[in-house]
């Protein structure tokens, strides 16, 4: 496959990554191809080598805080490829968008309060409210002919009953849509009509396949920025989920010193050596590798598509505006949703994340990570084809 990069496959087996190494735990067998955690098997920009192993050789790993100049790389950063001016001050850092959103929730909202979500969403929205005492209103997307867009009728219904927080995936996953202009307008107008705060991910947010364009959603207006906590990370953009660095932008003072005061009291603070080294280089030297990256992907989509017409065209794709996540609809094989995992699994030998985890709304949906080698995807779709033959 030529001297591309992205084409190398690099042996994760052993490394205690979750992806390879915890496939016996989770399916009970380990001769999977795993497409189902969202990290991705390439190696990272070797700019993030290079400041890793030059900051571990200096060989004193004291405490550390957040300097300066990590915070003036994510300003330039969002500047130069989303179009977002951020004031340094806005910025707080937490080990994961995860426990940020968690951190939000607790901060900001009170023991049994209603937020509103918009399954099929990822898994982690449904625990960080449950697990702290919150209630679950789902908004369920609207799915026509494999693209999915909110429902806005009902959103307003659920503000209107006294909803007043939001946790919102853009760009989401899994279905992969990147919001356009005019959908988040309209959202932009329910929030501020019923004084809505939002807890936004965008740890997907440099994800997106040409032609498609995120648009940060505290980004729209001062008054949205107001209502808008946004947690991103270059974990995702650079595959340095392990390293624990992200940020939370919050330009609503009083949000920020009420989330910031939570920290303190749980004793949460500080970020790892490594992560700083590996997010400042990522974002300062790492733009030419996204590019690229971004090119290597939208093939990748492209070729799922494109086999999974020839030899499953009952299993339907929502077309990705971006991620590298494919939201595959198998309802037309037949397989109840309960056993539809477990028929990949044991007779195709690949790993997918379980539809039925992102909502009810993903019964008969099983999401497939393509953020590796082609040749990989290759050998799953040869594996899938060889199991629907038998069906």
């Known amino acids: 496959m030529g001297c591309c990069p992205f084409d190398q496959v690099v042996n994760r087996r052993n490394t205690d990554c979750t992806k390879w190494d915890g496939v016996l735990e989770v399916f009970g067998c380990d001769e999977v191809l795993p497409m189902w955690v969202a990290d991705m098997d390439f190696r990272c920009p070797e700019v993030v080598v290079k400041a890793v192993t030059e900051r571990a050789q200096h060989g004193v790993f004291g405490y550390e805080y957040c300097p300066a100049r990590f915070n003036e790389a994510v300003v330039n950063w969002y500047r130069a490829r ?28 009170e023991p049994e309060e209603r937020v509103v979500i918009q399954p099929p969403v990822y898994p982690p929205f449904f625990r960080v409210l449950q697990c702290n005492g919150r209630t679950v209103v789902e908004n369920p997307l609207v799915e026509v002919d494999g693209r999915y867009t909110m429902n806005f009728a009902e959103l307003e219904e659920i503000f209107r009953s006294g909803v007043r927080a939001m946790l919102f995936c853009s760009p989401h996953n899994p279905v992969g849509r990147v919001w356009t202009r005019a959908e988040l307008d309209k959202l932009a107008a329910l929030v501020l009509k019923y004084g809505v705060t939002v807890i936004a991910d965008e740890i997907w947010s440099d994800l997106v396949f040409p032609g498609a364009r995120h648009i940060p959603f505290a980004s729209l207006s001062p008054e949205i920025a107001q209502h808008t906590v946004t947690f991103n990370a270059p974990s995702k953009t650079f595959n340095i989920a392990g390293l624990y660095v992200s940020n939370g932008i919050i330009p609503n003072g009083e949000h920020r010193e009420r989330i910031c005061a939570l920290l303190e009291r749980l004793s949460i603070g500080g970020v790892g050596i490594f992560g700083v080294a590996a997010g400042e280089a990522a974002y300062r030297e790492g733009a030419e590798w996204l ?25 339907k794709i929502a077309q990705p505006e971006g991620t590298f996540v494919l939201w595959l609809d198998c309802r037309e094989l037949g397989i109840p949703f309960e056993e ?3 028929f990949f699994v044991a007779k195709a030998g690949i790993a997918f994340s379980e539809g039925s985890s992102f909502g009810a709304a993903g019964r008969g949906f099983q999401r497939m990570n393509i953020g590796c080698p082609r ?17």
Do not use: C, K
């Not at 004031?87 to 968690?102: F, K, N, S």
């Open 375 to 391: 040749s990989l995807i290759s050998e799953a779709l040869s594996r899938l084809e060889q199991a629907l033959s038998a069906l």
């Open 340 to 342: 539809l995992n477990r």
């Open 291 to 315: 590019d690229s990256l971004l090119v290597y992907l939208q093939e990748n989509a492209r070729f799922v598509v494109q086999e999974l017409g020839r030899i499953a065209p009952q299993i």
């Open 82 to 109: 989303q179009g977002w001016e951020i004031d340094p001050a806005w910025l707080i850092h937490t080990p994961g968008v995860v426990p940020g959103l968690t951190y939000a929730v607790l901060a900001l909202t």
